[in-house]
């Protein structure tokens, strides 16, 4: 089932045309990936969901103003064990040059019940430049977060304009050591 998950969330990566569709087609393989999946408390999930996550497969439609138009199959995310993580996404602006858009969110344990994360949204900006091949995106956040690789900004980021200061809630449907399907709302 997994394997099924993966070659669907592949063939249509970078497709916003379909989500109903997708959705319907995948939801039988999640149900059985989580009946098979032993029961984890939130702290073994989080254990599972610290590092670096390459997205195959969204039904979120792109976020950004309409200039900046993401690549679909580059977009990463780096979950620290430090209640953090960053979303990494390659992009073009004005379908001229590559920047990297960078969002960092905080999490806690959610109150949901296993593998529920509150978050909220604290940072949005941008790196120039597309992301390398095999990027070592750990290390990248690393330095972000410490505040030792510049990314620049268009203001505030603040909602209603932007996403910093939205929260939410994320919750782990299945994790291994491959494989993470992740839902929530806002």
Same mark, same amino acid.
């Given at each position: 089932a997994a394997l099924d998950d993966v070659i669907l969330g592949?063939?249509?990566?970078?497709?916003?045309?379909?989500?109903?569709?997708?959705?319907a087609e995948l939801? $039988?393989?999640?149900?059985?990936?989580?009946? *098979?999946? $032993? $029961?984890?408390?939130?702290?073994?999930?989080?254990?599972?969901?610290v590092g670096s996550w390459w997205q195959l497969w969204s039904n979120l439609e792109d976020m950004g103003p309409g200039f900046i138009k993401m690549n679909r199959e580059k977009i990463y995310q780096v979950v620290s064990p430090d209640n953090y993580y960053y979303?990494?996404?390659?992009?073009?602006?004005?379908?001229?040059?590559?920047?990297?858009?960078?969002?960092?969110?905080?999490?806690?344990?959610g109150e949901l019940g296993a593998s529920s994360f509150n978050i909220e949204f604290t940072k949005v900006g941008?790196? *120039?430049?597309?992301?390398?091949?095999?990027p070592n995106l750990i290390s990248l956040a690393q330095n972000i977060e410490a505040g030792d690789?510049?990314?620049?900004?268009?203001?505030?980021?603040?909602?209603?304009?932007? $996403?910093?200061?939205?929260?939410?809630?994320?919750?782990?449907?299945?994790?291994?050591?491959?494989?993470r399907i992740a839902g929530g709302s806002q």
């Open positions: 592949c063939a249509n990566q970078a497709r916003e045309d379909n989500f109903e569709e997708v959705s939801w $039988p393989y999640v149900d059985e990936l989580v009946a *098979l999946a $032993p $029961p984890r408390v939130d702290e073994e999930t989080l254990a599972y969901v979303n990494f996404g390659e992009s073009k602006v004005a379908g001229l040059f590559k920047t990297t858009g960078v969002l960092r969110g905080a999490y806690a344990l941008f790196l *120039l430049g597309g992301l390398r091949p095999n690789q510049w990314i620049g900004s268009f203001g505030s980021g603040e909602a209603p304009n932007g $996403p910093v200061g939205i929260t939410g809630t994320l919750t782990t449907l299945y994790v291994d050591d491959e494989l």
